[in-house]
C-alpha cells in the first residue's frame, strides 16, 4: 500500500513539475507574441516618419530616429531573452549560425549543419 500511496505521490510531483513548465511555457510565448508586435509597430511608425519626410522633401528629425532605432533594437533583446527562456523549456537551443532551433542535445544543426561546441 505504502509503494502504491508513493508511486501516487511520484506522479503528482511530476504533473506538477511540467504543469509549471507549461505555465511557464505559455507566459514566455505570449511576452514573444506582444514583442514581435511591439516591433512591427516600431517599424510602421519609422516608415511613416521617414515616408512623411520623403513626401515632404523635409528632414528626418534625428532625436526621434534614434529614439524608434533604440526602441527596437531593446526590443529585439527582450524578445532573444524571452525565446532563449521559451527554447529551454522546450529543450531546444538556438543555432549561432542561422539563427533557427535544434534539439538541446544536437551535435549538428538540422538546418545548416553548423557544428555545436561542448560549451554550447
Known sequence: MERIISEIKNTADKVAK???ELVELSKAKLNIANIKTDISSSYK???EMIYIAQRDETEVNPEKLEEIISKIDALYERLAEFNEIANGLMNKKLCPECNKTTDS?????SVCGYHFSDTE
Open 45 to 47: 511608425i519609422l516608415g
Open 18 to 20: 511540467k504543469s509549471g
Open 105 to 109: 542535445d544536437a551535435l549538428f544543426c
